[in-house]
């Protein structure tokens, strides 16, 4: 980083002078009052040195992040939303509306979540695919429980699907582990509450209350991009349609403000419930491409979600397209503090 104007020419002297007070402050990490003791002149001599040193281009600032990570958009969907957290990662260069969420979205998460979870906490893990990409690209975790928020999509996959991710996650923290055998979606209500009285189940929805950090995935609301749609009828997606629905999250349904709607879903769902969920410390949604931008907007205008792992072409819709709504990570307590 540059200030862009002209250099200006230097004495050898202060040049000199300049580049060591440059080198103590920028590369020794002294302060400026330890600098001034050293060269016999005051702060004040010293801040204006180290001012002039940029300004006539003899020092430059370099900021520098992995090239798949864009820092800019990040700060600027962070400050937009209210988040506490907004990582952007670069789209890939053939991706198209019908694309799916980019793989490296789970990679990163799982970065982010090695600096989120500290030792004690409870780590709550919904359904979705780039959340047990996220599992797999685990390589470190402060002991803590883990447990799992949501069903499956088809208990069929519970091996390979978020039972695994919540076997994984607890492995490489070295923690217990709280899986759920059970799908997502039920035929009806009463076999949705059978369910959740069975003692795994139990034993799993008995640690909802204590989760500090949760990370959840979003989709839209139409084929293929929703799990809980895939599992519907036709005419209870065309009921829930006419209801506005326009993003789904953990089996919640959001309209485009971000205002849920079809809440008699949730009582078929095994799921945690969204009330819960807004008193999470940290929610963590990890959700990218085009096909989800708008549904990610609505979801964040809901207030459930703190941080967000997502891509280029999905932020840019949220900066240029959306209006941010709610701001969540400013109106919750800090984790630290919670």
């Known amino acids: 980083m540059t200030t862009g104007r002209s250099p200006v020419r230097m004495g ?30 005051s702060r004040f001599k010293v801040a204006r040195v180290l001012e002039s040193a940029l300004e006539r281009d003899l020092v430059r600032i370099e900021i520098r992040v992995p090239a798949e990570l864009d820092a800019e958009r990040s700060d600027a969907l962070r400050a937009r939303y209210g988040l506490r957290h907004a990582v952007v990662v670069e789209s890939p260069s053939d991706q198209t509306a019908d694309s799916p969420d980019p793989e490296n979205l789970g990679a990163v998460a799982a970065g982010l979540l090695g600096e989120l979870v500290t030792e004690g906490d409870v780590l709550g893990l919904a359904w979705g695919r780039s959340i047990i990409t996220m599992a797999n690209a685990l390589d470190r975790l402060p002991p803590c429980t883990v447990v799992q928020l949501t069903g499956v999509y088809d208990a069929g996959t519970a091996e390979r699907g978020s039972v695994e991710a919540v076997r994984r996650a607890a492995q490489v923290s070295g923690g217990e582990a709280h899986p759920m055998y059970a799908p997502m979606v039920l035929p009806d209500a009463a076999t949705a509450a059978a369910l959740r009285k069975q003692t795994g189940i139990a034993a799993a929805m008995g640690y909802f209350d204590k989760v500090t950090v949760a990370v959840v995935s979003i989709g839209s609301w139409e084929p293929r991009v929703s799990t809980v749609y895939d599992a519907l009828t036709d005419a209870e997606r065309k009921h829930y349609a006419d209801l506005g629905v326009a993003a789904e999250m953990s089996s919640h349904l959001f309209d485009a403000e971000g205002r849920r709607v079809g809440r008699d879903l949730g009582e078929r769902c095994i799921t945690v419930d ?43 819709h949220l900066l240029e397209k959306q209006s941010p709504g709610v701001r969540p990570a400013i109106e919750r307590a800090d984790p630290g503090t919670a």
């Open 12 to 41: 050898p002297a202060e040049m000199v002078q300049a580049a060591a007070m440059a080198r103590r402050f920028y590369l020794e990490g002294k302060s400026k009052i330890q600098i001034a003791e050293e060269f016999g002149v």
């Open 274 to 316: 969204a009330d819960r969920l807004r008193r999470v410390p940290e929610v963590v949604a990890i959700a990218g491409g085009i096909r989800k931008a708008a549904a990610v907007g609505a979801v964040l205008r809901s207030g459930l979600v703190t941080s967000l792992v997502t891509d280029t072409a999905a932020a840019d």
